[in-house]
């Protein structure tokens, strides 16, 4: 059976057919657009061009607020790592990037914490995951930057004091306050437990209620 | 040396071939290939290629061709091992010797006055011993333009048929079809300018548009005023045979690839680089038979005239060297123009390529011959 074909007619004007006047406005309109960028560069005013370029290594497009990116570990109010070793983000990880090798904490306020923490940035998806299951608030992915390239694979896999040298204090609860810290600290301001080691001079941080306010 | 002997012709000769092959076409072309990505950059409102440099010269970006050149020189020279190697390592130097041996018969400036060098200066047959800058001055003129670049299509063929590559082969047929097409309506847009002329030779055609726009004795005015119809058509025509968009059925980047599908390293070069070449030929041409080649209108050519005898240079050879300037950015300002409609129109498909060749421009382009040789008729009377 043959397949019906309807044809559309659709003469146009003279002027449509011969396509010039189209052509001609289309070369009007790029070539606008190459006198006013052409011009604009070359006398040094980038501003008044469209161009839309960002020279990347010069220039920088900043990372929007929410950005995930490089990782980086958190520090505890005496500038200790945040991280108690909880093996959460080794585990909820679907890369296999973290590595943590934790260790008995001298403290004696908390359990455990890191003796060896790396990140591969190599095989991380840089999925957030780790920062959703951390209870510490000890990893974060929220530097505004991206994994360095390097030239051997050996120097994308992050280390402890790496990954802390971008950490700052946060202002939520840190570990080695007790299982019962919210009725403990229902009236009271939070003193430190005793301890065979507390830090000298090392100033505590806001109440746990405050903070709870904040958040 | 004695003028118009034999080795004088010779010397002449080569000069001249060695400064517009090393000195204009290979420069020209080369940095076309740059400009190309540039202009169309800043078209569409992009930055394009700016950052090869040679040491603290960055000139924009200029030396990328020269970059691209060291790219080309040190890729894998691949041949496919089903293909002719014969034909698949000629089709390159096909494409591209065309267009370098067209560039023969394109007057590039004012002739010399040899003997009279600082007395007078080449501008309308005011020499006795005129020294042309045209490597070749053919009555043929035309015609051998026409007969050369036709062998550029089986540069295209070639490349097709011997890469033992299906893509290519279409390349190769489509480049042949469309080719031959064009050819037929740019030779007859050509036709009304050797009516209103009476001339086939470039340098004399040239020589006749001596005013931008006269109304007097009007075939002293520029092609352009006198062959607006031709001008459209032979455009047309001669952006259809370098085979670039909106005519790059051969190329067919989105579907075909094209001819030189199969080639790599400094042989694609080749192809590429004989592209350009054809866009710069073909913008000379147009510029001698549309824009009055070398001149620039009766005021300026008269203003230059005065030009002095200065320390060594005699005037002749200013005047020369001024005239070709202004030939060169005739031909630049007008290279740019194709690279403008490259990037602004949309491509053909190809059974519309085909139709608008043969049911459009070629029967407009007759019309148009038999319109001008009447006109003609009627002002010789």
Known sequence: MAVGVKVVNRPGSLAQQTYLPAIAEGLGVTFRHFVKNFFGNVTGQRKKTDIATIEYPEEKKAYPERNRGLHRLMLRDDG?????????????????????????????RIEKRPMIFEIDELRCVVCGLCVEACPCDAIRMDTLDHAKPTYRRGDAILDKEELMSRGVQSTAVQGGVGAFWREQVAGKPQTPPAGEVVPAGAPHGPTPLADHGHK | MEYGSLGFQALAATIKIVFMILGFLMP?????????????????????????????????????????????????????????????????????????????????????????????????????????????????????????????????????????????????LR?????MSYEVT?????????????????????????????????????????????????????????KRTPFDIPEGEPEIIGYFVEYSGLRFGMFF????????????????????????????????????????????????????????????????????????LPRFRSDQLMRLGWQRLLPISIANVVATALVVLWAQQ
């Open chain 2, 273 to 344: 680089l004989g592209e350009f070449l054809e866009i710069v030929v073909s913008s000379a041409i147009m510029i001698t038979i549309f824009f009055g080649g070398w001149h620039m209108g009766g005021t300026v050519d008269g203003f230059l005239a005065h030009v002095p005898n200065i320390w060594i240079f005699p005037k002749s050879l200013l005047f020369s060297l001024l005239t070709l300037v202004i030939w060169s950015i005739k031909v630049f300002v007008f290279c740019g123009f194709q690279l403008m409609i490259r990037w602004s």
């Open chain 1, 80 to 108: 200790q790592v945040r991280c108690v070793a909880c093996m959460m983000c080794p585990t909820v990880c679907p890369a296999h990037c973290i590595t943590i090798v934790p260790e008995e904490a001298p403290d004696g």
């Open chain 2, 186 to 242: 740019m030779g007859m847009a050509v036709l009304g300018s050797f009516l209103v002329y009476g001339t086939l030779e470039p340098g004399a055609i040239a020589d006749q548009q001596t005013h931008i726009i006269n109304f007097g004795h009007y075939h002293s005015s520029w092609g352009i005023f006198l062959q607006p119809a031709g001008f459209i058509l032979f455009l047309t025509a001669a952006i259809a045979e370098t």
């Open chain 2, 28 to 172: 020209l072309a080369s940095i076309l290939t740059w400009m190309e990505r540039r202009e169309s950059a800043m078209m569409q409102d992009r930055l394009g290629p700016n950052r090869a440099n040679i040491g603290p010269f960055k000139l924009w970006g200029i030396t990328h061709f020269m970059a691209d050149a060291v790219k080309f020189l040190f890729k894998e020279d691949f041949i496919p091992p089903k293909a002719h190697k014969f034909l698949f390592m000629w089709a390159p130097i096909m494409a591209m010797a065309p267009a370098l041996i067209v560039a023969a018969i394109i007057p590039f400036g004012a002739p010399l006055c040899w003997g009279e060098m600082t007395e007078k200066v080449g501008l309308g047959g005011a020499c006795a011993n005129p020294v042309n800058l045209q490597i070749a001055q053919l009555d043929v003129g035309l015609l051998f333009y026409f007969a050369i670049s036709s062998l550029a299509v089986y540069g295209a063929t070639l490349a097709g048929w011997a890469s033992h590559n299906k893509w290519a082969m279409m390349g190769g």
């Open chain 2, 175 to 179: 480049a042949t079809s469309q080719m």
